[in-house]
Nanobody, 123 residues
Framework: QVQLAESGGGSVQSGGSLRLSCALA????????MGWFRQAPGKEREVVAM???????TYADSVKGRFTISQANYRNWLYLHMNSLKPEDTAMYYC?????????????????WGQGTQVTVSS
């Protein structure tokens, strides 16, 4: 059973930094896409960043240059390093995984999701 668990959320002032972590367990597929998503109150969930099993990354325009997605210990840990945070980054952040490449997973939906971790940025 695939399980994802996020941690590292919290409250920070505008311009601050946070690092989100996601632990992945029970995933036995050789290929994968892993990603970070966020959902603010009253808004639809949106992709923040994705990373394919070949290491290629994709970012939402709103976070390019400020956020970095990375992984460690093969795919067991996924991170989102967030710098220069803005109040509009406030949201629940989720990590997700799928056996397809990111281009397809983004179209068809990710199969596995964590419970989310809250990020609040105050001005």
């Amino acid at each position: 059973q695939v399980q994802l668990a996020e941690s590292g959320g919290g409250s920070v002032q505008s311009g601050g930094s946070l690092r989100l972590s996601c632990a992945l367990a029970g995933y036995s597929y050789s290929t994968y896409c892993m990603g970070w998503f966020r959902q603010a109150p009253g808004k639809e969930r949106e992709v923040v960043a994705m990373i394919d099993s070949d290491g290629s990354t994709t970012y939402a325009d709103s976070v390019k240059g400020r956020f970095t997605i990375s992984q460690a210990n093969y795919r067991n840990w996924l991170y989102l390093h967030m710098n220069s945070l803005k109040p509009e980054d406030t949201a629940m952040y989720y990590c997700a995984a799928d056996i397809r490449v990111c281009r397809e997973a983004a179209k068809r939906g990710f199969s596995f999701w964590g419970q989310g971790t809250q990020v609040t940025v105050s001005s």
